[in-house]
């Protein structure tokens, strides 16, 4: 049982925008910075956003991040059949002194 | 270029002690906080703890589920930290990423090792 919420999996066909969300509570996403990863099968994650709604260089501005209270969402405009894997948020949580992370959606798209 | 590899990882029984390490490169070790990530095998991402750097006292955190059990450590000469497991669990078989901030103003974990996969079986 993930600290995060997400759910399992979602998908969208080429062209399309969706949405993850990501729901916490007041220790961890009410009051820190949610990032995003990104994993493809037998690779590292990759950090697709970083507070809340940040790009690293090199990430496309098709992926963008939210935040409001104690829920946060990654949204993916002009869906391409590569963005297909599995994606993660995270946040530091007060409560438990750590970092936690969602349990994972997995982006099929179709 | 920052580049972190892990090694140590293998089989070991349940009750047994694995050293993990991670050598870094392409960047003023000292400077930074590191991370280990784990993920077990088709599950979802993990923390494990973390070492502060030099200006924060090397001071280490832990995930609830391996506090007294592991234990992070660095060697800032050679540019390397460890996780020492002991008493070690079915549940902790997981491939062990360390991990760095892209910057240490927005603790974001954004460099990533290519993890190394720590098997726990009898």
């Known amino acids: 049982q993930s600290v995060l919420t997400q759910p399992p999996s979602t998908s969208g066909t080429p062209g399309q925008r969706v949405t993850i969300s990501c729901s916490g509570s007041?220790?961890?996403?009410?009051?820190?910075?949610v990032y995003w990863y990104q994993q493809f099968p037998g690779t590292a994650p990759k950090l697709l956003i970083y507070r809340n709604n940040q790009r690293p260089s090199g990430v496309p501005d098709r992926f963008s991040g939210s935040k409001s209270g104690t829920s946060a969402s990654l949204a993916i405009s002009g869906l391409r059949s590569e963005d297909e894997a599995d994606y993660y948020c995270a946040a530091w949580d007060d409560s438990l002194s750590g970092r936690v992370f969602g349990g994972g959606t997995k982006l099929t798209v179709l | 270029e920052v580049h972190l590899v892990e090694s140590g990882g293998g089989l070991v029984q349940p009750g047994g002690s694995l050293r993990l390490s991670c050598a870094a490169s392409?960047?003023?070790?000292?400077?930074?906080?590191m991370d280990w990530v784990r993920q077990a095998p088709g599950k979802g991402l993990e923390w494990v703890g973390r070492s502060k750097n030099k200006a924060d006292s090397y001071t280490t955190e832990y995930a609830a589920s391996v506090k007294g059990r592991f234990t992070i450590s660095r060697d800032d000469s050679k540019k390397s930290v460890y996780l020492q497991m002991n008493s070690l669990k079915t549940e902790d078989t997981a491939v062990y990423y360390c991990?760095?901030?892209?910057?240490?103003?927005?603790?974001?974990?954004?460099?990533w090792g290519q993890g190394t996969l720590v098997t726990v079986s009898s």
């Open positions: 991990t760095r901030a892209i910057s240490e103003t927005t603790r974001a974990m954004g460099y």
């Open positions: 392409g960047f003023i070790f000292s400077d930074h906080y």
């Open positions: 007041s220790s961890n996403i009410g009051n820190n910075y």
